[in-house]
């Protein structure tokens, strides 16, 4: 069976954006989700009163997720999932950090804490997928690559289990965070030979000229389908400054 799902950097609510502030573009980033229609959306940066406007307009989904300073506050990485078809059986949020189980807790030079939020998805045939959805360091390399390799022992992906990582590593796909991945089995979408990705993160401008910072990957024993990276506006703004990322995937 086929899953598709997207990763969508929400920019978090900033007054100074005036016309692109949160509250003037939470019925556009809906209204983004809502054109794929994906059964899980991995969000970044979103806070929790902008993660409760956007579900108020997308009632057919749930989310999990914590704050990267525990519990409600800081910036999220909320997990969406359709609730007729998908339901959660284990769930939780670890830190990137030397202390993963201290969320808020930073090391590595990183500029901010960094967390990992995941949760084990079955389907009503029964077929389960691990989902994990971050947010990496903008500053420090080193807090990537640590972040990276967390990740990758949290994910254990020599179990053979169907899992999908998603979200904004703020880095390009030469770098060594993204190859430290890749050279751990892991596949990100953008190897789709019909997928041509350009930058992802946009400032609200658009275009297309530069390189991917968010990613979908996938394990070995999942297959791309399609991908596409969604350059449109909605209700004639851009619904954040990523671009939202989509696959469709299949075990």
Not at 30 to 47: F, L, N, P
Not at 72 to 83: D, L, M, N, T
Request: glycine content about 10%; hydrophobic content about 35%; overall charge negative.
């Amino acid at each position: 069976m086929e899953l598709s799902i997207m990763s969508f950097n929400l920019r978090i609510h900033v007054a100074e954006d005036g016309k692109n502030a949160w509250p003037n573009r939470v019925e556009a980033a809906a209204e983004a989700i809502k054109a794929y229609g994906a059964a899980v959306i991995c969000t970044q940066e979103g806070s929790l009163p902008m993660l409760e406007s956007l579900n108020a307009l997308l009632p057919e989904y749930e989310w999990i997720g914590e704050g990267r300073l525990g519990g409600e506050e800081g910036e999220f990485c909320a997990i969406f999932f359709q609730k007729d078809r998908l339901k959660p059986i284990e769930r939780g949020t670890f830190g990137l950090s030397e202390r993963p189980d201290q969320l808020g807790f930073q090391s590595w030079n990183t500029a901010c804490p960094r967390i990992c939020t995941w949760v084990r998805l079955g389907q009503i045939d029964g077929q389960e997928y691990l989902i994990l959805n971050t947010h990496l360091d903008h500053i420090s390399e080193e807090a990537r690559i640590n972040g990276a390799m967390l990740i990758l022992d949290k994910m254990n992906i020599t179990s053979g289990a169907s899992a999908i990582l998603t979200g904004d590593f703020n880095c390009e796909p030469e770098t060594k965070t993204i190859q430290t991945l890749i050279q751990a089995g892991l596949r990100h979408t953008y190897t789709n030979p019909n997928v041509h990705p350009g930058r992802t993160y946009h400032g609200f401008e658009g275009g297309e000229e530069g390189e991917p910072i968010d990613y979908i990957f996938v394990t070995p024993n999942i297959r791309i389908v399609s991908a596409n990276v969604d350059k449109g506006k909605y209700d004639g703004k851009y619904p954040s400054d990523h671009y939202p990322i989509t696959a469709t995937l299949q075990v």
